[in-house]
């Protein structure tokens, strides 16, 4: 099925610990970005991309990591974990910047302990 | 300061009783104003978009509507499986990103 993919769906890390959350759409969307939703604040834009070799800083970027090599994939890494980055996060697609339908992934949960 | 501010946070329901939720916001240079739909444990779904004041959309029991300041979701004789969080985007004014709202929370009830 056509959409966006991430893994691993949950993940525990304990602080100071790297790690990288995938996120892969097969619909040829040039535009891709990274958001955290925490209780009581929102969504919140970490990184995002409007195509391969161009990525921005969104309003969260710090202690996140991010490079878009091909079209298709758009890795977030953090690189040292903190409690502060326990999160649901959400990867989002869509056809190129300034195109309002976004298609979401069904998020990673992860808990830093 | 780019906005968008959802109200109320939560909404409680009876099965059919019609009810809006409101987004305003104060982004500049707005270049539409987009709802989305997002049930527990998963992610948002998109719902309408919103380009000119005047203008409405309607799906099923959903219509959403703009002025120039804010924007109505209404909710007409809903059911329980209207129940969602219901969010609100607006693009930052780069063009370059969806800023959302915090969401309302709506539980129907039969």
């Known amino acids: 099925n056509a959409g966006v993919t991430q893994t691993p769906k949950f993940q525990v890390l304990k602080t100071g610990q790297s790690m990288t959350l995938q996120c892969a759409q097969d619909m040829n969307h040039e535009y891709m970005s990274w958001y955290r939703q925490d209780p009581g604040m929102g969504l919140r834009l970490i990184h995002y991309s409007v195509g391969a070799g161009i990525t921005d800083q969104g309003e969260v970027p710090n202690g996140y990591n991010v490079s878009r090599s091909t079209t298709e994939d758009f890795p977030l890494r953090l690189l040292s974990a903190a409690p502060s980055q326990t999160s649901v996060y959400f990867c989002?697609?869509?056809?190129?910047?300034?195109?309002?339908?976004?298609?979401f992934g069904s998020g990673t949960r992860l808990t830093v302990v | 300061e780019d906005q968008v501010t959802q109200s109320p946070e939560a909404l409680r329901l009876q099965e059919g009783e019609s009810s809006s939720l409101n987004c305003s916001y104060t982004?500049?240079?707005?270049?539409?104003l987009f709802w989305y739909r997002q049930d527990p444990g998963k992610g948002p779904e998109f719902l309408f978009t919103l380009y000119s004041a005047g203008e409405e959309k309607e799906k099923e029991r959903l219509k959403a509507t703009l002025t120039k300041k804010e924007s109505f979701l209404h909710i007409t004789a809903p059911k329980p499986e209207d129940s969602a969080t219901y969010l609100c985007?607006?693009?930052?004014?780069?063009?370059?990103?969806?800023?959302f709202g915090k969401g309302t929370t709506l539980s129907v009830s039969s």
């Open positions: 982004v500049s240079g707005l270049r539409g």
């Open positions: 985007a607006g693009f930052n004014q780069a063009g370059t990103a969806l800023i």
């Open positions: 989002a697609s869509t056809l190129s910047a300034g195109t309002t339908v976004y298609t």
